[in-house]
């Protein structure tokens, strides 16, 4: 769970959990240092300049307070919990990372030319030559191109029952109007994407006109946190294998433990980059010995945990953001993650048949089709087949999972998915990107 509040301070995680043997409880409280935001460590062999050695002082203030926060609650839980639980501040900072640097941004942006035309200006997107965010109006992807169950212009629009189909409008009496997220061939009005997202879309499909771009925000790419983050899902995935293996449940539970803390540092470097912390998906909480007389408004709620042990939701103040959030690199990691998932697909659309394969929902990473055959390769058209099993494996590749589910009672059965009087019945796949 990342973006907390810790009594007046934003966190980016908590983890807690409760050691089998002494069932101590463990909460840790998980902060990642940007380089950006908080400067080089103390420990960091690389020197501050005058910015980051002013963000460092800030940092080191506040986390001083955090610390002397967790020692307080470590008393407090102490002296008025039956059980050991325990509180330790977690930081985690680029400067853990090998080689870390900031990404290089001098001497990118193209000096001005006065034959410097439109079109000029699109093929350099086209070729890489400028890569970041565009605003593009009324992208139509070509008529030739366009699947007729599935658009891979991925958009939040306006749908009411005008865009259901005339059979529906009739029987739907009810039909509210709302913002969703659609798979549309034209995006309404305009849209922001990524240039590496907008390539996608021009290079498979093509567009039915000339790209309307209204306005961009360049700047260079710079895998600088890449080998960094491979290593740690290495690592996770090193565990996972030990998980697996291990037999002593205080081990695997330790095992447990480091991977989820993997996972969740991860996580919280994308995760903060797009993060309001305006929003009131931040709570903020404290811990009180007796129950408040009156709330005045500054209290929202009141849980009692134990005796003397009141948990208080305060009303949340609103705070202005950060004045640089790092949005654009959020959004690029979002819009790669949907070229991502899109290509495959796109590949599996291509190759399964209609009659045998329907695509029934998607979410943000995973894509649910209803298949008539247990093999994936039987709902293919007889004459794609082998072009599928010659690009499946470069295509999907092998970190697609591919988990089958029969249809009948014991189709959520592990160790039975296929009853011998089920082998003819439809059954759900659901792939993982």
Excluded at 107 to 128: A, V
Excluded at 269 to 292: A, D, M, V, W
Excluded at 332 to 337: A, D, G, T
Excluded at 354 to 364: I, S
Aim: include cysteine.
């Amino acid at each position: 769970m990342g973006q907390l509040t810790f009594s007046t301070f934003p966190i980016d995680g908590f983890l807690s959990y409760k050691e089998l043997t002494s069932e101590t409880i463990h909460i840790k409280l998980i902060q990642y240092q940007s380089l950006f935001f908080h400067g080089h460590a103390s420990n960091c062999p690389v020197p501050n300049n005058e910015k980051e050695s002013e963000s460092s002082k800030k940092t080191q203030l506040v986390t001083h307070e955090i610390k002397q926060l967790c020692n307080h609650y470590r008393n407090h839980f102490k002296n008025h919990l039956h059980r050991n639980t325990t509180i330790e501040y977690v930081e985690i900072s680029d400067c853990d990372f090998p080689d870390h640097h900031l990404p290089h941004n001098t001497k990118y942006l193209m000096s001005y030319n006065k034959s410097y035309t439109y079109q000029s200006f699109l093929r350099n997107i086209f070729n890489k030559k400028l890569t970041g965010l565009v605003v593009v109006k009324n992208l139509k992807i070509k008529k030739t191109n366009q699947n007729p169950i599935f658009g891979f212009i991925i958009q939040k629009i306006e749908y009411g029952i005008k865009n259901l189909s005339p059979y529906t409008q009739e029987q739907v009496t009810r039909f509210e109007t709302a913002t969703r997220v659609l798979s549309v061939h034209e995006n309404k009005s305009f849209m922001v994407m990524s240039t590496e997202y907008f390539n996608f879309l021009h290079n498979t499909f093509g567009f039915e006109e000339t790209p309307d771009i209204y306005h961009a925000l360049f700047f260079q790419l710079d895998d600088y946190l890449r080998s960094s983050i491979e290593n740690k899902l290495m690592l996770r995935k090193e565990l996972k294998n030990l998980i697996k293996q291990e037999k002593n449940p205080e081990t695997r539970q330790n095992y447990e433990v480091k991977a989820e803390l993997i996972k969740l540092m991860l996580n919280s470097c994308y995760g903060y980059t797009l993060c309001n912390i305006s929003s009131q998906k931040f709570k903020q909480f404290e811990n009180r010995r007796t129950k408040p007389s009156s709330t005045n408004g500054s209290i929202r709620s009141c849980l009692q945990l134990e005796k003397n042990v009141f948990l208080i939701e305060k009303t949340k103040k609103h705070e202005e953001s950060f004045p640089t959030l790092l949005g654009h690199v959020g959004c690029y990691i979002l819009f790669n993650s949907k070229v991502i998932l899109l290509k495959r697909l796109y590949f599996l659309l291509k190759f399964l048949n209609p009659k045998l394969a329907q695509l029934l929902y998607m979410d943000t990473d995973s894509a649910h089709f209803l298949v008539k055959h247990k093999a994936l390769e039987e709902n293919v058209s007889p004459g794609l087949k082998y072009f599928f099993k010659n690009n499946s494996i470069s295509t999907l590749r092998p970190e697609t999972k591919c988990r089958a589910y029969g249809s009948k009672k014991d189709s959520m059965n592990a160790e039975n998915i296929w009853p011998k009087n089920a082998i003819d019945c439809t059954t759900k796949l659901v792939i993982f990107i």
